[in-house]
């Protein structure tokens, strides 16, 4: 079973710019997370979503961060315009299931750096 | 407030010891709590997962436990390899409710 996929793994842009990360969950799986993680510390869910409706986006900075999953398959997060605090790695994850047992399933991550 | 706490935050140790970790939670209700291997540069992969009723899970050389009334857990690696350096997340599971709660995890290093 093909795992979950992101790209870039890398990203170097100046402040203010704008930058966009894939991912392509496991197949079949219907939820799909985003989650932010900075260096040391855990990852921060971003957006959640159940098929392509938004399940959960209160900790997303909706005046820079977006994200969408327009056919219930990939997504795409954005961020328009970067500051240097959201220097971070972006994790994508999905499970089969919404609910307390599901498991999630990490793609490598997308390393940003904002200078 | 829902929190999770782990510690120490980073561990050294030698190639071959046991190891233990900690992990405190005020999530409530309590659902499950996962423990997470995340190597450099990857995204986590789940080694545990205990539900309320459950005391003890193990994974080859990782064996986790739970308290669910002091709400504590531990993850105890036993003959540690050098493969073993990672960070260990800690995460619960708030139930009726899709919210997970993450530790900032523990950075072992394994050294020969």
Not at chain 1, 10 to 39: D, M
Not at chain 2, 69 to 86: C, N
């Amino acid at each position: 079973e093909a795992g979950v996929a992101q790209s870039p793994r890398y990203k170097i842009i100046e402040k203010r710019q704008s930058v966009a990360f894939w991912c392509n969950p496991i197949s079949g799986h219907a939820t799909l997370y985003w989650y932010q993680q900075i260096l040391g510390q855990g990852p921060k869910l971003l957006i959640q979503f159940q098929n392509n409706g938004v399940v959960d986006d209160s900790q997303l900075p909706k005046d820079r961060f977006s994200a969408e999953r327009l056919k219930g398959v990939d997504s795409t997060l954005k961020i328009q315009p970067a500051k240097l605090e959201d220097s971070a790695v972006y994790l994508c994850a999905s499970s089969f299931l919404l609910g307390g047992l599901r498991e999630q399933y990490f793609g490598p991550g997308t390393r940003l750096t904002v200078t | 407030k829902n929190q999770v706490e782990q510690s120490p935050q980073s561990l050294i140790i030698l190639e071959g010891k046991n190891c233990t970790l900690q992990c405190n939670y005020t999530v409530s209700p309590f659902s499950n709590l996962r423990w997470y291997k995340q190597d450099t540069g990857r995204g986590p992969v789940s080694l545990t997962i205990m539900t309320f009723s459950e005391n003890t899970k193990s994974n080859g050389r990782y064996t986790a436990t739970l308290d669910a009334d002091t709400k504590q857990s531990s993850l105890h690696i036993t003959a540690s390899q050098l493969s073993d350096s990672a960070s260990y997340i800690c995460v619960v599971s708030e139930a009726g409710a899709n919210n997970l709660f993450f530790g900032t995890g523990t950075r072992l290093t394994v050294i020969p």
